[in-house]
């Protein structure tokens, strides 16, 4: 069995090493100090289990749950933690498995051979029950998981199938509906259309077009992105309160 | 008036805690004086010619019968205390209604002019009257000063509870995160293992002490240091440090588990949250009369930030804690400056500490 260390303290991680060389038939095939570094790592290793801090510097364990869900070949995850009251709740709702810091031989021993792969909507709920944002949008594309700074996105657009992700570096497909981004990222977005959330940090103006439908302009994007009647005026309050 | 503040711990003996107070002494004997003499104006105005010789009179009198109970009191204050309360008051209220009939018998001969009974009669409606004022007065005075006692205790005990409701915690994840490092360490270096576990130890024996006690600041500096020690193990060289530590004279003392709070707070939320960490300053000077601190560091951007509500209640802890010791003369303030997060302290350098700890000791 392939086991992926993330943990961002050296000396955590030295000690599961130590604890996993013994115990046969498991191998350890990476270590990572932060979230994001785990879900690259975690692509590149195809790590049957993961053994994942939640408390890091920049990506967060939860976070980086988040991402590896969506991956083709999701692994099993385990979330460690020093104290983490409320997490551990929600992980027993969500039957996802956990371990408590210092890690014990047999908890780990069984925590491995009953872990489970986690699913996108136990990871989605976890956050919710934390209240936390992700500070990345992940997309598959055929290179794998690309994770997009959600400080960047300028706006996301649905059409029948999906919803696109717009960024600076072109745009991406992901398996996510607007109502979901808009719940988790609500201050951060601002709805303008049935299909369209955009990002009120790129907010430049708003316009009239020749046919007198009304636009949004964005900072680096070209073109305007059509306004419903119906948040029109909404949008026109959101825009004089800046 | 204050004697648990007055009281110095070295004089054990001294019952520094009965309802009558200690009178021993020329402020509290002064107000006895005063006292009396309002007395004396009161039964002036009540009745009697309005003369100097009649002020003069009752002056004489009075002030014979304060200043006698007084001693009384201030001789027997001891004894009276290992009495308990209600003996002891009963003791004191037959001791001063008692000398005020032996002062009234005296006065009633002086104002006979002559030691004969035969010639002059003594006065008895005149004694009994100034007997029952006596005891009236007498009683007003002892609940007056049972009153007091109890209110002074309420304020004692509440000071206290509220000290210790601020006492600085150690935070569970720390604890965790510390003992998670001595398992790493055990098998693979275990004389680290070894300072790690002695340095925990000094956290806790610090955060199970006296809330409210006063340490000198080389001891609290020695606690951060221990308490940095352990971080360091954890984050590596994520965390970085500049100390600048100016003179400051040794008895210098500071509320204890006042900086290490505060320096955990920098880490917790300006180390922890950044992948490649940051510097922790931390510096300290010394003025004729007062300390000033100042801890800076880096300001994660937001998405970094731990979202953990509760942020400023170490700040908002200290900054209660210092408010009970140093009412308005401290100051900690905690502020973004930039890219930077800086935590100010400031309090002056007196040597009254010590009335709280007694206070609390009590």
């Known amino acids: 069995m392939k086991v992926l260390i993330v943990d961002d303290e050296q000396l955590a991680r030295d000690r599961l090493v130590r604890m996993l060389s013994d115990m046969p038939g498991y191998e350890v095939v990476g270590q990572a100090g932060n979230g994001m570094q785990a879900v690259e790592k975690c692509e590149l290793t195809q790590p049957d289990v993961v053994l994942l801090d939640i408390r890091m510097p920049g990506m967060d364990g939860l976070e980086a749950a988040r991402h590896m869900a969506g991956m083709e070949q999701p692994p099993a995850v385990v979330f460690c933690t020093a104290y983490e009251e409320h997490a551990i709740e929600a992980f027993k709702v969500q039957a996802v498995g956990y371990l408590l810091k210092p890690v014990r031989r047999d908890d780990l021993i069984d925590v491995l051979g009953s872990a489970t792969r986690t699913n996108r909507a136990q990871m989605a709920a976890l956050a919710r029950d934390e209240g936390s944002q992700r500070s990345h949008i992940s997309a598959r594309t055929r290179k794998g998981i690309e994770l997009v700074p959600i400080d960047e996105v300028r706006f996301f657009q649905a059409d029948q199938k999906y919803v696109t992700m717009r960024h600076p570096g072109g745009e991406l497909l992901i398996d996510e509906t607007l109502q979901e981004l808009e719940t988790e990222f609500g201050g951060r977005f601002i709805r303008v259309h049935r299909n369209a959330l955009v990002a009120t940090k790129y907010i430049e103006g708003l316009e009239r077009n020749e046919e007198g439908q009304y636009e949004i302009r964005l900072r680096d994007v070209p073109g305007g992105i059509d306004i419903s009647r119906r948040h029109v005026s909404m949008v026109r309050r959101y825009i004089q309160k800046l | ?362």
């Open chain 2, 1 to 362: 008036m204050g004697e648990a503040v007055a009281a110095a711990p070295s004089d054990q003996t001294r019952p520094t805690r009965f309802v009558i107070p200690d009178l021993c002494n020329a402020p509290a004997l002064s107000i006895v004086v005063l006292v009396g003499q309002l007395l004396v104006l009161v039964l002036l105005f009540a009745g009697g010619p309005l003369t100097w010789e009649g002020l003069a009179l009752k002056s004489l009198y009075v002030q014979w019968v304060v200043l006698t109970s007084a001693g009384a009191l201030c001789g027997t204050r001891r004894w009276l205390a290992q009495m308990g309360l209600a003996r002891g008051a009963l003791i004191a209220f037959v001791m001063i209604t008692m000398l005020t009939l032996a002062v009234s018998l005296g006065a009633d001969r002086v104002v006979a002019g002559t030691m004969s009974y035969r010639s002059v009669p003594v006065d008895w409606t005149a004694i009994a009257k100034q007997f029952g004022i006596a005891c009236i007065i007498a009683g007003m005075v002892l609940r007056y000063f049972y009153v007091q006692q109890q209110l002074r205790e309420q304020e004692q005990s509440e000071l206290q509870a509220r000290i210790q409701a601020l006492q600085s915690r150690i935070r569970p994840h720390f604890l965790f995160n510390s003992m998670n490092i001595i398992a790493s360490l055990i098998a693979v270096d275990p004389d680290t293992a070894e300072s790690v576990v002695e340095d925990l130890s000094e956290l806790f024996r610090a955060s199970l002490n006296d809330a409210g006690s006063q340490v000198l600041l080389t001891e609290e500096l020695e606690l951060c240091e221990r308490y940095v020690r352990i971080e360091q193990l954890r984050l590596g060289d994520r965390l970085r440090l500049s100390w600048d530590i100016g003179e400051y004279p040794d008895g210098l003392k500071i509320p204890l588990l006042t900086l290490q709070p505060l320096l955990e707070n920098a880490i917790y939320h300006g180390i922890q949250p950044l992948p490649d960490g940051g510097t922790i300053a931390l510096t300290l000077r010394f003025d004729r009369n007062s300390v000033h601190v100042r801890i800076t560091n880096p300001l994660p951007p937001s998405e970094y930030r731990n979202q953990t509500q509760g942020n400023k209640m170490a700040v908002n802890n200290i900054r209660s804690r210092l408010n009970v010791l140093y009412s308005n003369a401290a100051e900690l303030t905690a502020e973004a400056e930039g890219a930077v997060f800086v935590t100010t302290l400031r309090y002056p350098y007196r040597e009254f500490e010590d009335s709280v700890k007694e206070a609390s000791r009590a």
